[in-house]
Each structure stands twice: as structure tokens, then as C-alpha cells.
């Protein structure tokens, strides 16, 4: 169990840092109240984790501790809901009611078209 803890918290480590310098290379380019940073990473982390649980599915060389290190670690330490949803209050209580409900639609349903599309990708590749 401390293995696994281990493994998924190495995961994390290197998944928050790509965040974060992903979050302020987005945000040097393209500046805007939007919260254009925290969408792209969930898109991106999703469409990866569909990539990682495609190729686990469709060849099986990636072990468990991979697994867990890449989707769980990784993936959990990239992606960045918790942010997602304080932006949103932040929005509500800009009275950007707006970019509330572009942000919100296209974080769910675009995050959820890239995990499939990356599932897709490594079934159709592999």
C-alpha cells in the first residue's frame, strides 16, 4: 500500500508541475479574464488520460504501478477541477454569468469528447 502511495504521489508531483508551468505559458499568451488556462489543462489531461487507459486496454504492456503513476498520479496532479470550480465562483461573483455557462459546458462536455477521442486514437493507433 505505501508502494502504490508512493508511486501515485511521484504521479502527482510531476503532473502539478506540468500544470503549473502549462497554467502560466497559456496564460503569457493568451492573458483574459477567461480562465482559458485551467480548460485547456482538463482538455488535455483527459485526452491524456484516455491515451494511457487506450493503450493499457488495447495492449496490456503497461504494468499496474504505470498505470496508477500515469492516470491516478499524473493525470490527478495535472488536471485541475478544484481550480475549475473556484473560478467559477469567482466568475459568479464577477456577475460574469456568461463565461459561467461557456466555461462550465465546455470544460464537462469538451473534457469528456478528449477522453474518448484519446481512448479512440490509441485503439484505431495501436
Known amino acids: ?3 502504490n502511495a508512493l508511486i501515485i504521489g511521484f504521479g502527482g508531483f510531476f503532473g502539478t508541475i506540468a500544470r503549473y508551468l502549462s497554467s502560466q505559458l497559456i496564460f503569457k499568451i493568451y492573458p483574459s479574464s477567461f480562465p482559458l488556462a485551467t480548460l485547456a489543462i482538463n ?7 484516455g491515451v494511457f487507459f487506450g493503450v493499457a486496454e488495447k495492449v496490456n504492456f503497461i504494468s499496474l504501478e504505470w498505470r496508477m503513476f500515469l492516470t491516478i498520479g499524473f493525470c490527478g496532479g495535472f488536471t485541475t477541477f478544484s481550480a475549475f470550480s473556484l473560478e467559477n ?3 459568479l461573483n464577477r ?3 456568461g463565461y459561467v455557462m461557456l466555461y462550465s459546458t465546455a470544460s464537462v462536455v469538451v473534457a469528456i ?3 474518448y477521442f484519446g ?3 490509441m485503439k484505431t493507433v495501436l
Open 1 to 3: 500500500m505505501l508502494r
Open 113 to 115: 469528447l478528449a477522453t
Open 43 to 49: 482538455v488535455v489531461g483527459c485526452f491524456l488520460i
Open 119 to 121: 481512448i479512440w486514437v
Open 95 to 97: 456577475g460574469e454569468w
Open 89 to 91: 465562483v469567482q466568475l
